[in-house]
């Protein structure tokens, strides 16, 4: 099917008070996995790809980009394809140009006026070409490689940030840290529903993957709309093809391997959407 609008998809979800599941793909057998478990569970999918890996494939958003916007076509059930923490304006442009239907601006980095007056012409143009912007503000720890889950957005601020720029959907700190291997991570629910009672917009929750599952279900049910996941994947797959080449060290092919690893990645993405969805 075409792609979907990740506002309609989020506006659904906000309304149903369940998540929505948005994975990076960092090989091209992680979106087919994503997919795979979206049709299988019969729920929207957002595929994503960051300005980080971006630069491990050459720094080309085109071949990759462009086979995530076909498996979004083949898709029979509604996918997203999102540019996810991009700092560059330029990338930005070229994925509009490309033909994703969602962007991340993060200019969670730079001072705040910048960040404001920086996304907000990222909105200009990428509402011009009916694009949704997610943005971030408080800078979710973990980006550097090292954990800190200590950053709060404030709601008030949150909100006067959403009527500043114009964004679709935007990311707070509540707890969470990127990029971590261990599921402790304790997220402060009073928050995300203050800044969810605050703020006009469907919020992203970055860094989930240290989140368990109860204090998934909890964020979700306390306001949290979009799902961000990538390391919990990561750990999954490279457990899958460690032990099968620790196990045998005559294989060689590559899909002996890489194969599982990708059925692995769809299985955990499949239990995930129905965790998010609360069934
Ligand atoms: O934007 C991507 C997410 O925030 C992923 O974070 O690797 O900690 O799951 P994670
Ligand atoms: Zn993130």
Same mark, same amino acid.
């Given at each position: ?14 309304? =149903?008070?369940? %998540? ?5 793909? &960092? ?12 049709? $299988? ?6 595929? /994503?790809? #960051? /300005? ?17 916007? $076909?498996? @979004? ?20 442009? @070229? @994925?509009? +140009?490309?033909?994703?239907? $969602?962007?991340?601006?993060?200019? #969670? ?23 949704? &912007?997610?943005? =971030?503000?408080?800078?979710?720890? %973990? ?66 993957? %240290?989140?368990? +599952?109860?204090?998934?279900? @909890? ?29 045998? =060290? ?7 391997? &890489?194969?599982? %690893?990708?059925? /692995? ?15």
């Amino acid at each position: 099917m075409p792609l979907v609008d990740i506002r309609q998809m989020a506006a659904e979800a906000a309304a =149903e008070s369940v %998540g929505l599941g948005a994975f990076n793909v &960092v090989l091209l057998e992680f979106a087919y996995a994503q997919v795979q478990a979206a049709e $299988s569970v019969n729920r929207p999918v957002i595929l /994503q790809l #960051s /300005q980080n890996a971006i630069a491990y494939h050459g720094g080309r958003l085109a071949p990759l980009g462009k086979a995530l916007l $076909s498996l @979004a076509e083949e898709a029979t059930v509604p996918v997203a394809v999102h540019l996810d923490h991009a700092e560059d304006v330029d990338l930005c442009r @070229a @994925a509009v +140009d490309l033909g994703f239907n $969602s962007v991340m601006y993060d200019g #969670s980095h730079l001072p705040d006026d910048e960040n404001r007056e920086t996304t907000a012409r990222v909105v200009e143009f990428c509402h011009a070409a009916n694009v949704a &912007v997610e943005a =971030e503000l408080g800078e979710v720890g %973990g980006k550097n490689g090292v954990h800190d889950p200590s950053a709060r957005t404030d709601p008030q601020d949150a909100a006067q940030f959403v009527t500043d720029t114009g964004v679709d959907l935007l990311a707070v700190a509540v707890g969470s840290s990127h990029a971590m291997t261990t599921r402790g991570a304790v997220l402060d629910t009073d928050l995300i529903r203050d800044i969810r009672d605050a703020v006009p917009v469907p919020l992203v929750l970055h860094g989930s993957s %240290g989140v368990p +599952d109860d204090g998934m279900v @909890a964020a979700i049910e306390a306001g949290m709309t979009k799902i961000n996941v990538s390391t919990h994947l990561n750990v999954g797959f490279t457990g899958v093809v460690r032990d099968i080449l620790n196990g045998d =060290e005559t294989v060689v092919d590559p899909r002996k391997y &890489v194969g599982p %690893g990708r059925d /692995q990645v769809r299985d955990e993405v499949a239990r995930l959407l129905n965790l998010y969805a609360r069934r």
